[in-house]
């Protein structure tokens, strides 16, 4: 869908397609006995298919992102690009039925989906959706976007450690990992969870800054970051960062 209309983009990319590849993949597990996993949920019209899977005991996982549970398809604006993604944000009263997806653990987690580009390919100057690369930095920003959404419904903290950290790191068979415990990896940062913020773009760590995010007040501030118990960030930190190298 060409244009600047975020529900032309919208159209095209409906409940219903991204319900049936849930449903075809649910099947071929159930047949096959198969481990599967549902990434970047944005349609909460599949929740039920995946409760009623899990309750005949197909092996199936879900996952979904920040930017799904933060914004609202009605609140983007015309030509606004730097929110295009694929699958694409749904409307408000989607976005609270992944919430309760959440809540009931039918959603296993919450991931990045970190996937940047440069201006150009976001075509900021046009505002053109069909043409506009599809994907949003996540990276710096999941963590307070999640929390400032989850708080607001009556969520702890505990449930966004276990949804972003513990979560994921038993998805992937990683023991070491997720959790703050004697033996594991002691990665973990020093969040303070009631201070705002208002996203500035200049204030990203992103190469390419393009953000939906900007001017929207979170909830939410890292400190510090640990890495298998060494400081990372700021000025005693001991990581480093890694350049590209020149073609």
Known sequence: ARGAGYA???????????DVAVTRVVELARVTGARVHVLHLSSANALPIL?????????VTVETCPHYLFFAAEDIPVGATAYKCCPPIRAAA???????????????CVVSDHSPCTPD???????????AWGGIA??????????TTARARGHGLADVVRWMAEAPA???????RGRIAVGCDADFCVFAPDEEF???????????PVTPYAGH???????????????????????????????
């Open 8 to 18: 032309d983009f919208l159209g095209s990319r409906p409940h219903t397609a991204e």
């Open 94 to 108: 989607n976005r609270e039925l992944l919430w309760e997806g959440l809540a009931d653990g039918t959603i296993d």
């Open 170 to 176: 038993q998805l992937v068979g990683l023991a070491s």
């Open 198 to 208: 208002v996203v500035d773009p200049t204030m990203l760590h992103h190469r390419h």
């Open 138 to 147: 996540s990276l710096q920003l999941g963590l307070p976007a999640v929390w």
């Open 217 to 247: 007040t979170m909830t939410g501030v890292v400190r510090s970051t640990w890495l298998r118990g060494e400081l990372v960030t700021g000025d005693q930190a001991r990581g480093r960062l890694l350049e590209r190298p020149a073609a």
């Open 121 to 131: 390919l976001k075509r900021l100057d046009t505002g053109d959706f069909g043409a």
């Open 51 to 59: 409760r009623a899977a899990r309750r005949d005991g197909v092996r």
